[in-house]
């Protein structure tokens, strides 16, 4: 089985919409404010205490969906201008090249979306998915992109990428690869270390003719990224 059908199997965003809900239930159930949250539930951390071997399939989905790993964030899209006179430009499909800062469709008409991003060079998340990084990819920091709409090609995607941390330079990706239907972009450890002592490290995509408009961003915080004790990215 290959990795990307074992993303597809564990990242259900209606199963995961579903547990939320009924959380919610719960919640409101209880009184004098008990309620616990879901990332307060997963406080655990039952990476830590038990075997990769040992996690369950419900373990491994959280791992993979909502944990300091991955985020699952919103992708602000160009939004189809609806109507056109006969003799206007024709609109370009969602996620392709425009002209123009924001392309054909204003900056402010865009349609959000959802997409997970995970950072897959991780420990834990490598023993989630049984993969191994390809040899090009040693000393690097390995962020995927699963669930993205549109046409984009890796030059494209590697010019209006970047990975950042408070007060420090941000870094574009040495590589930009696809596995399947997941987009890979590899930033370097060297050129960036980070530590515990960096907070809102972020991983931004930016599109448009001169890579104004924001297409998702993702926020991790390194000091919560800790697997048996020592951090893992």
């Given at each position: 089985?290959?990795?990307?059908?074992?993303?597809?199997g564990?990242?259900?965003?209606?199963?995961?919409?579903?547990?939320?809900?009924?959380?919610?239930?719960?919640?409101?159930?209880l009184?004098?404010g008990?309620?616990?949250?879901?990332?307060?539930?997963?406080a655990a951390?039952?990476?830590?205490?038990?075997?990769?071997?040992?996690w369950?399939?419900a373990?491994i989905?959280?791992?993979?969906?909502?944990s300091?790993?991955?985020?699952?964030?919103?992708?602000?899209y160009?939004?189809?201008?609806?109507d056109?006179?006969?003799?206007a430009?024709?609109?370009?499909?969602?996620?392709?090249?425009?002209?123009?800062?924001c392309?054909?469709?204003?900056?402010?008409?865009?349609?959000?979306?959802?997409?997970?991003?995970?950072?897959?060079?991780?420990?834990?998340?490598?023993?989630?998915?049984?993969?191994?990084?390809?040899?090009?990819?040693?000393?690097?920091?390995?962020?995927?992109?699963?669930?993205?709409?549109?046409?984009?090609?890796?030059?494209g995607?590697?010019?209006?990428?970047?990975l950042?941390?408070?007060?420090?330079?941000?870094?574009?990706?040495?590589?930009?690869?696809r596995?399947?239907?997941?987009?890979?972009?590899?930033?370097?450890?060297?050129m960036?270390?980070?530590?515990?002592?960096d907070?809102?490290?972020?991983?931004?995509?930016?599109t448009?003719?001169?890579?104004?408009a924001?297409?998702?961003?993702?926020?991790f915080?390194?000091?919560?990224?800790?697997?048996?004790?020592?951090?893992?990215?």
């Open positions: 089985m290959s990795i990307d059908t074992d993303l597809a564990f990242l259900s965003f209606s199963a995961m919409f579903s547990r939320r809900k009924a959380l919610g239930a719960v919640c409101s159930a009184a004098g008990l309620c616990v949250s879901r990332l307060s539930l997963a951390r039952f990476w830590d205490s038990k075997p990769a071997a040992q369950t399939a373990e989905e959280q791992l993979l969906s909502s300091p790993w991955a985020k699952q964030v919103t992708a602000q160009r939004a189809a201008m609806g056109r006179r006969p003799d430009e024709p609109v370009q499909g969602r996620g392709e090249t425009r002209v123009g800062e392309g054909l469709v204003p900056c402010g008409e865009v349609t959000p979306g959802t997409a997970m991003v995970t950072w897959e060079s991780a420990l834990p998340i490598r023993e989630a998915l049984h993969s191994t990084m390809p040899p090009e990819y040693n000393g690097h920091y390995v962020i995927s992109i699963r669930g993205l709409a549109g046409e984009y090609t890796t030059d995607l590697k010019t209006g990428s970047e950042s941390a408070k007060g420090r330079v941000p870094l574009q990706p040495g590589m930009v690869g596995r399947n239907s997941t987009l890979l972009f590899a930033f370097s450890r060297e960036l270390p980070l530590s515990a002592a907070k809102d490290v972020q991983f931004t995509v930016h448009g003719a001169s890579l104004s924001t297409l998702l961003r993702a926020t915080s390194p000091k919560d990224m800790t697997y048996h004790g020592l951090m893992a990215l």
